[in-house]
């Protein structure tokens, strides 16, 4: 969403808020810490990747799909305070952690699946955009 945007302090801000809404779309938290851990993993390589790819900075040169990754990211960094220590909801900052806003839990398959299908539905978005940069660009 970050790269759609291009602004990169709209995409962190759009970021940090659509964390709101897709929590509290149902979707399927592990309840053993080291689905938290691997969720982190994979975020980190996801930023990572976004961070040093020569091929995104080339298409993305104000970096809005980097900030718009951190601030989608940001909220979550208080979930692993729960692996060094017991931590109750109601001691997380973020609304949609500490019982404000509803979290809605469903099973697995359906979290993959619509989560499978919004990632989809936004590559198909940057894929279009990058499509029409490419062919406004004089070669
Ligand atoms: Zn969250």
């Known amino acids: 969403m970050g790269y759609l945007i291009g602004n990169p302090r709209r995409a962190a801000l759009f970021g940090f808020a659509s964390h709101v809404v897709l ?3 149902p979707h399927y938290d592990p309840d053993a810490d080291i689905g938290y851990v691997m969720d982190s993993l994979a975020g980190c390589t996801a ?4 961070a040093g790819s020569r091929r995104i900075r080339r298409a993305d040169p104000n970096k809005a799909a980097l900030y718009g990754a951190i601030g989608s990211a940001l909220p979550d960094m208080e979930l692993l305070r729960k692996l060094f220590k017991d931590v109750q909801s109601e001691d997380y900052m973020f609304p949609a ?4 806003l509803p979290h809605r839990q469903t099973h697995i398959t359906g ?5 499978l299908l919004l990632l989809a539905s936004l590559l198909a978005l940057v894929v279009r ?7 406004k660009t004089p070669t």
């Open 111 to 115: 979290s993959t699946i619509s989560q």
């Open 23 to 25: 929590d509290i779309a």
């Open 97 to 100: 952690h500490d019982g404000t």
């Open 129 to 135: 955009k990058a499509r029409r940069l490419r062919l």
């Open 47 to 50: 930023l990572a990747y976004i």
